[in-house]
Each structure stands twice: as C-alpha cells, then as structure tokens.
C-alpha cells in the first residue's frame, strides 16, 4: 500500500492532539528565555572610524615641496592590510590589557598565569572587530558592559596602532634626517671655503664689485688718457708727468692701484667662476637648511600616520542583547522542535500499526 500524503495542513489536527505538550514546552521555552535574557549583561559598542596614510608622504624627505605638504588623506590596500594586522596583533592586545587591567576587569585571575592569560586575551580579541569599510576606511569597534571604557579603549587603540605604524618607518626617517644632516654639513663647509676664497681673491685682484668696477675703471682710464694728451699738447711736462703716472697705476698691476686694468683682466675670469659658485652654495645652503630643519622639526613632532574621522564615544544604547528577540526566537525555535518530534510520533505509530489480514474472497 502507498504512504498517505502529508501536507502543512494535515499538521493541524496533529498539533491539536498534542497540544498541551506544545504549549507546555512553549512555555517553558519562554519562560527560560525569560530568565537567560534578563540575566544577561548589557553590552555597549564604541567605534572609531580612520584613514591610515601613505608612510611616504611622511617621510623627511617629503616634507619640502614645490607643491606644498605632502601629506595624503588616500590609503593604499597595503596600508589598510597594514594597520588592520598592526591592530589585531597581540602586541597591541597585551599592551592594552596591561594598561586596562583586564585580567581583573574580566575577572580571569591574575597577569602571569598561563590560563587568566589566554583567557583574557581570547576575550579581548572576542570584543574587539577591525573592518575596512567600503569607503576605504577603517572601523575600530570594542564592546564591553562598562560604555565608557568600551570608548577608551578603542580611542587607545587607535593610539597604540598609529604609534606602531611611525616606528616602522622611523628608522627610515632618521636616515634620512642623516642624509639632510650630511648634505647641510658639506654644503655649509663648501660656502665657508668659497666665500674665504671669494675675500682672497678680492684682496689679490682688487676686484670687489665686477658690474660696476669695470664701468668706472673704464670711464677712469678714459679720462686719465685724455687728460694726458691735453697736457702733452699744451706742453705742460710736469701736469703730464702726473697723468702718466696715474695711467700707470690705472693700466698696471705694478703702479701701486688697488683697482687696476692688469689684475681686473687676470682675475676676471677666477672671480666670475667664484661668485657664480658662492651664490649656487648660497642658494643651496638656504635649502638645505630649510630641509634639514623641517625634517628635524617633522619627526621630533611625530605626525600622525592616521587621520581620525570619528573618536570613539560612550554609547547612548546597548548593542545586545536584544531580550524581546531571544525570547520570541527561543518560542518559535520550540514550537517548530514540537512540531517536528510530533509528527514523526505520529508517523512512527502509523508505520508500527498491525495492518487487517485481506479477506480471501471465494
């Protein structure tokens, strides 16, 4: 013989037989839930939502730009995989549950034992959740019972990871602040040597001003020149004699003039050579200092790697438990349970039935 069909609403007179067993474990259901979700703890959630920054833009050598500050609002991928792996670390865990006192706050025992140890640490771990969101940011979110401490540990957080991120690349930085250090040092010892050179060469070649010595001495030889042909012409020996010997001084390295023809032209070239580098090793030493200064000023201040969209503030709600959902959830979870056991009582006493013997029919 074939099985009779069942059907949702064949269950009905199933139920109907059975039901104060239903409704008894219905409401014993309900009331158990009752009690669990009242004794369970409230627990709040904080969150704090950042961007990590690039390290490079925070580097020394990125500080001085034709552009301006270098510092980035966008992430890379590896720079969230980064401060996602820093946060979740166990050095950042112990860290803030010796500061927080956590083995007590979790009441686990005592720092040192082995088991209040692991312990405390899988339900630190169990609180706190580290997600990168759609938006290319990241959300710290820690939950405990006490609001405000769920807030202060996910504002120290936040902390402890931004300061994990500049140490890794702060040996970097203080290479690099080396290297400003070096090139500041080379470029002041090479302006100290030009510009000891440059006076040299002023006092050897009497040349202190090129533009404007060059015009004068010039105008001067001119003068003295024509000053001595009128004296000649008018016979005055002794007015001419004078002027020669001024023309001498003027043309001559020998005459006794400071400023004079032969030294301007020897020296002309060695000078020219001399002021064009005493004024590149001017302009580099003033870069190189400002380099070197911000550099120094950029790592003694720390930037922060991450930018803090939202600090982490005690919450106004609970996060969980939701009671109203335990209870209505453990109701219906047993009533389908009842249901189910039920039925295939029925079933089973269907199946286990002694069936009549056929009547031979003569």
């Known amino acids: 013989m074939s099985a009779r069909p069942y059907s949702l609403l064949g269950l009905w007179p199933i139920v109907n037989r059975w039901k104060y067993l239903v409704l008894g474990a219905v409401t014993l259901a309900a009331?158990?839930?009752i009690v669990v979700a009242l004794?369970?703890?409230?627990?709040?959630?904080?969150?704090?939502?950042?961007?990590?920054t690039n390290p490079e833009s925070t580097d020394p050598d990125r500080f001085v730009t034709p552009e301006g500050n270098k510092l980035e609002v966008r992430s890379r991928n590896e720079d969230l995989d980064r401060v996602i792996t820093i946060g979740t670390s166990q050095p950042v865990a112990e860290h803030i549950i010796r500061?927080?006192?956590?083995?007590?706050?979790?009441?686990f025992g005592t720092p040192g034992d082995e088991m209040a140890d692991q312990a405390?640490?899988?339900?630190?771990?169990?609180?706190?959740?580290i997600v990168h969101t759609e938006r290319d940011a990241i959300e710290l979110t820690f939950?405990?019972?006490?609001k405000h401490l769920a807030a202060r540990i996910a504002n120290e957080l936040v902390s402890v990871v931004d300061s994990f991120n500049q140490q890794l690349t702060l040996e970097n930085r203080r290479s690099v602040l080396d290297l400003y250090r070096t090139r500041f040092t080379f470029v002041?010892?090479?302006?100290?040597?030009?510009?000891?050179?440059?006076l040299a060469g002023r006092r050897h070649y009497g040349i202190h001003g090129l533009e404007m010595e060059s015009r004068y001495l010039a105008k001067e030889i001119i003068e003295t020149e024509a000053a001595l042909r009128r004296a000649e012409g008018e016979g005055d020996n002794g007015k001419a004699a004078g002027l020669r010997r001024a023309l001498r001084g003027?043309?001559?390295?020998d005459g006794g003039n400071v400023v004079n023809l032969e030294s301007y032209v020897a020296g002309t070239d060695s000078m020219n050579t001399l002021y064009a580098r005493f004024n590149d090793l001017q302009t580099r030493l003033i870069n190189a200092r400002s380099a070197y200064e911000n550099a120094d000023l950029a790592l003694k201040g720390k930037i922060s790697s991450l930018y803090v969209v939202q600090k982490a503030y005690p919450a106004a709600r609970k996060a969980k438990p939701i009671r109203w959902l335990i209870v209505a959830s453990s109701v219906f979870i047993t009533f389908v349970l009842s249901v189910i056991v039920i039925s295939l009582l029925e079933l089973y006493r269907r199946t286990t039935r002694p069936q009549p013997e056929a009547v031979a029919v003569s």
């Open 99 to 107: 500061k927080f006192r956590l083995h007590q706050h979790y009441q």
């Open 143 to 146: 939950q405990d019972q006490d």
């Open 39 to 52: 004794l369970l703890p409230n627990i709040f959630k904080s969150t704090a939502v950042f961007y990590p």
């Open 31 to 33: 009331v158990v839930s």
């Open 188 to 198: 002041q010892r090479e302006y100290d040597r030009t510009r000891l050179a440059l």
């Open 250 to 253: 003027l043309t001559r390295a």
């Open 120 to 129: 405390t640490l899988e339900e630190f771990n169990s609180n706190l959740s």
